[in-house]
């Protein structure tokens, strides 16, 4: 069994034809197809095409038959997008079953000739013979090699035109990235990893990734740009991968102009709902734009833009893939499936209105369909704008490594020795103690003016009485010491020292069950 690569998988076989008629050599693949149970979609005086039945080992497989300067090109080509780029010798067996049963089924018409060649003619004449450039495949058969993918072409424009500025965008960010991390790391290579963290992350902004606050604060644009922005080649192959894919198939339904408008459309709206359960970090990519144009397939599928029998693999395909991609991001690790949901729903919402088929007595132009979409976007834009308050988490979350680098200090007290001078106890407690304590108070006053969610608004309370708390029982050690050089601590001292760490150890156990 052959295994066929590529982009989209398919076998194809150059028969020629002779002397044997071409009429006569569709109707024998005709009876081919009716014995072997493949559902027969389309047939004209220039070829047919069928599919094979769905299973759990394919979507499906489209069959056809083309004839061409006296060759019959009989040909198996995957319908559904194939992983691993490689269509499991399902191709191969097809055209196998195909020629093998082609002899039988030559043999058993020999006797009703006349009445199929009349029977034939008769149906042709009322056939669309133009249908080959209008199939669900038809744009993938002009993708003769693997740089096809990147040219426009009729009913293939704007699909690599975003191919290649993704790809382009991705190079220029890692360019621009490698050179400011060697500067960084050149003109300081002994600092902090923190400091030289914090700077990367800000110059990664420039890009612009989505970021809740600074949407929040007026950047809209970055709910398109981040659209763009990739992390690393396989999540730009991926992505890469589905586009290609999906603008081979819809985008010569939709028009370019429909198509674009979806995909960044929404991809806005995939990037609205992430800002909105994500209080913090950067959120790139373009899988809710990807996804929306999933939507968009399955809102074409179901208003029957593509035949009947394509339409039921085409579906099936497209849902399997999508409950993948969906269950992967709910279990998966830094995943945006918010993004993901949120682009789904509305590419399909989106493409719906776009296409729809109104009624003899409501006639929508095309302007008006996109006016409906736009209006529907601000509307969302406003509900999440106004309805997502702006927490200030990042803020939060510096001062609270602060905050614990004050409280690791602490630890030191729990190590004086008996044997220290009564001056050197007093220091550390002073400078391990009281004046980190001090800090501490000083910083959960910061922490209050903050905008936070509920689980940062619950730290900030315990992180509060633990400040406040520290310093009591460091100021009661500094008392107990100046009062016994022998270090002993008062039952009220050890009391207090025991209610800090174990208010520290229950914080941090509540938080970890919090979240």
Same mark, same amino acid.
């Given at each position: 069994?052959?295994?066929?690569?590529?982009?989209?998988?398919?076998?194809?076989?150059?028969?020629?034809?002779?002397?044997?008629?071409?009429?006569?050599?569709?109707?024998?693949?005709?009876?081919?197809? +009716?014995?072997?149970?493949?559902?027969?979609?389309?047939?004209?005086?220039?070829?047919?095409?069928?599919?094979?039945?769905?299973?759990?080992?394919?979507?499906?497989?489209?069959?056809?038959?083309?004839?061409?300067?006296?060759?019959?090109?009989?040909?198996?080509?995957?319908?559904?997008?194939?992983?691993?780029?490689?269509?499991?010798?399902?191709?191969?067996?097809?055209? +196998?079953?195909?020629?093998?049963?082609? +002899?039988?089924?030559?043999?058993?018409?020999?006797?009703?000739?006349?009445?199929?060649?009349?029977?034939?003619?008769?149906?042709?004449?009322?056939?669309?013979?133009?249908?080959?450039?209008?199939?669900?495949?038809?744009?993938?058969?002009?993708?003769?090699?693997?740089?096809?993918?990147?040219?426009?072409?009729?009913?293939?424009?704007?699909?690599?035109?975003?191919?290649?500025?993704?790809?382009?965008?991705?190079?220029?960010?890692?360019? /621009?990235?490698?050179?400011?991390?060697?500067?960084?790391?050149?003109?300081?290579?002994?600092?902090?990893?923190?400091?030289?963290?914090?700077?990367?992350?800000?110059?990664?902004?420039?890009?612009?990734?989505?970021? !809740?606050?600074?949407?929040?604060?007026?950047?809209?644009?970055?709910?398109?740009?981040?659209?763009?922005?990739?992390?690393?080649?396989?999540?730009?192959?991926?992505?890469?991968?589905?586009?290609?894919?999906?603008?081979?198939?819809?985008?010569?339904?939709?028009?370019?102009?429909?198509?674009?408008?979806?995909?960044?459309?929404?991809?806005?709206?995939?990037?609205?709902?992430?800002?909105?359960?994500?209080?913090?970090?950067?959120?790139?990519?373009?899988?809710?734009?990807?996804?929306?144009?999933?939507? @968009?397939?399955?809102?074409?599928?179901?208003?029957?833009?593509?035949?009947?029998?394509?339409?039921?693999?085409?579906?099936?395909?497209?849902?399997?893939?999508?409950?993948?991609?969906?269950?992967?991001?709910?279990?998966?690790?830094?995943?945006?499936?918010?993004?993901?949901?949120?682009?789904?729903?509305?590419?399909?919402?989106?493409?719906?209105?776009?296409?729809?088929?109104?009624?003899?007595?409501?006639?929508?132009?095309?302007?008006?369909?996109?006016?409906?979409?736009?209006?529907?976007?601000?509307?969302?834009?406003?509900?999440?704008?106004?309805?997502?308050?702006?927490?200030?988490?990042?803020?939060?979350?510096?001062?609270?490594?602060?905050?614990?680098?004050?409280?690791?200090?602490?630890?030191?007290?729990?190590?004086?020795?008996?044997?220290?001078?009564?001056?050197?106890?007093?220091?550390?407690?002073?400078?391990?103690?009281? /004046?980190?304590?001090?800090?501490?108070?000083?910083?959960?006053?910061?922490?209050?003016?903050?905008?936070?969610?509920?689980?940062?608004?619950?730290? !900030?309370?315990?992180?509060?009485?633990?400040?406040?708390?520290?310093?009591? @029982?460091?100021?009661?050690?500094?008392?107990?010491?100046?009062?016994?050089?022998?270090?002993?601590?008062?039952?009220?001292?050890?009391?207090?020292?025991?209610?800090?760490?174990?208010?520290?150890?229950?914080?941090?156990?509540?938080?970890?069950?919090?979240?």
């Amino acid at each position: 069994m052959s295994i066929s690569w590529g982009y989209s998988p398919k076998i194809e076989k150059y028969i020629p034809l002779a002397d044997f008629p071409a009429d006569r050599y569709l109707i024998i693949a005709r009876q081919v197809i +009716e014995n072997l149970g493949w559902k027969l979609s389309h047939i004209s005086e220039t070829g047919l095409i069928a599919y094979t039945p769905i299973s759990f080992q394919s979507y499906s497989e489209e069959i056809s038959i083309r004839i061409l300067n006296n060759f019959a090109v009989v040909k198996s080509e995957c319908v559904g997008i194939q992983l691993l780029l490689n269509d499991y010798g399902k191709n191969d067996s097809n055209l +196998e079953k195909f020629f093998h049963e082609f +002899e039988y089924a030559q043999y058993h018409l020999q006797e009703v000739w006349d009445q199929k060649l009349t029977e034939f003619h008769e149906m042709i004449a009322t056939q669309d013979d133009t249908y080959f450039e209008k199939a669900p495949l038809a744009t993938k058969n002009k993708i003769k090699n693997v740089l096809y993918l990147f040219f426009p072409q009729k009913g293939y424009l704007v699909t690599p035109i975003l191919v290649v500025l993704n790809v382009l965008y991705y190079a220029l960010m890692f360019v /621009i990235s490698a050179i400011y991390a060697s500067i960084l790391f050149s003109r300081q290579p002994n600092s902090g990893d923190v400091n030289l963290t914090n700077e990367f992350l800000e110059m990664i902004l420039n890009f612009g990734v989505n970021n !809740r606050n600074l949407v929040l604060e007026g950047q809209f644009w970055r709910l398109f740009t981040y659209q763009f922005i990739h992390g690393s080649l396989w999540h730009l192959f991926f992505n890469m991968y589905a586009l290609i894919y999906l603008g081979l198939m819809i985008e010569n339904k939709l028009g370019w102009k429909k198509f674009l408008f979806i995909y960044l459309l929404s991809g806005a709206c995939g990037g609205l709902l992430s800002l909105s359960f994500h209080q913090m970090g950067i959120m790139i990519g373009a899988s809710g734009s990807i996804m929306g144009l999933y939507g @968009a397939f399955l809102a074409l599928l179901i208003n029957n833009f593509y035949e009947k029998y394509a339409r039921q693999s085409l579906l099936i395909s497209t849902l399997c893939v999508v409950s993948y991609i969906l269950i992967n991001g709910a279990f998966g690790q830094r995943v945006d499936n918010a993004a993901h949901i949120g682009g789904f729903i509305s590419g399909f919402v989106l493409c719906y209105i776009l296409t729809f088929k109104a009624n003899n007595f409501i006639v929508l132009k095309p302007i008006a369909r996109y006016a409906v979409s736009v209006i529907l976007f601000l509307l969302l834009s406003g509900a999440v704008l106004h309805f997502s308050p702006r927490y200030q988490t990042e803020e939060f979350y510096k001062l609270k490594d602060d905050f614990n680098k004050n409280l690791m200090s602490f630890n030191g007290l729990m190590h004086l020795k008996i044997s220290q001078s009564k001056d050197e106890k007093l220091f550390l407690i002073n400078s391990e103690g009281i /004046i980190p304590a001090k800090k501490n108070i000083e910083i959960t006053k910061k922490m209050q003016s903050l905008t936070l969610k509920k689980i940062d608004a619950f730290d !900030r309370e315990k992180k509060a009485e633990i400040a406040r708390k520290s310093y009591r @029982a460091a100021m009661l050690m500094y008392k107990d010491v100046q009062a016994d050089s022998t270090f002993r601590y008062s039952k009220t001292t050890s009391t207090e020292i025991g209610d800090v760490v174990m208010l520290c150890y229950k914080l941090s156990d509540t938080l970890s069950k919090m979240r």
